[in-house]
């Protein structure tokens, strides 16, 4: 593969730095081969791989969880449309997860902003003496407990 991209032409062509793509590939997300003279030389497949990691961290993605779904893709070939199907599920659960998260945090929020208590001491979504506190540590409604919970 050592008529592969230089370093400079796969940043012309992802809009990444050099010093970005270098990041990418001290934290293993991105293996380049090298020449004789010890240039790195990319596969046309990091294109792709780049561009996938650029749109995770767009959707909030932590590199471990990048790395860990990169993971699953094959090092020694192109990856194939199949290929990113098969982890496109595990992402899709998680954003799932955010959106029941955030939509969560919305109606508490909406709740929180009418109960005119505005008071630390007196917050049912923060005070650690309410009844809720039982549940454990932390806003336990933010975190999903029901506030008309029968267990409390």
């Known amino acids: 593969m050592l008529a592969g991209l230089s370093i400079g032409k796969l940043s012309a062509r992802t809009g990444l730095s050099v010093s970005a793509i270098r990041f990418y590939e001290e934290k293993g997300l991105?293996?380049?081969?090298?020449?004789?003279?010890?240039q790195r030389r990319f596969a046309r497949s990091d294109l792709r791989r780049l561009s996938f990691i650029?749109?995770?961290?767009?959707?909030?993605?932590?590199?471990?969880?990048?790395?860990d779904l990169m993971s699953r893709l094959p090092a020694a070939r192109t990856p194939t449309k199949?290929?990113?199907e098969k982890?496109?599920?595990k992402i899709q659960q998680r954003i799932d997860q955010d959106i029941a998260r955030l939509e969560q945090t919305r109606r508490n929020l909406n709740?929180?902003?009418?109960c005119g208590c505005l008071s630390l001491k007196a917050c049912a979504l923060y005070n650690a003496e309410d009844k809720i506190?039982?549940?454990?540590?932390?806003?336990?409604?933010?975190?999903?407990?029901?506030?008309?919970?029968?267990?409390?």
């Open 111 to 114: 709740g929180c902003i009418g």
């Open 87 to 89: 982890i496109s599920g």
């Open 82 to 84: 199949r290929d990113w």
């Open 54 to 67: 650029i749109i995770m961290q767009r959707l909030g993605f932590a590199l471990e969880e990048i790395r």
């Open 30 to 38: 991105i293996s380049p081969d090298r020449n004789a003279g010890g």
């Open 133 to 152: 506190a039982r549940k454990g540590a932390g806003p336990r409604y933010t975190m999903g407990d029901s506030i008309v919970d029968p267990d409390v």
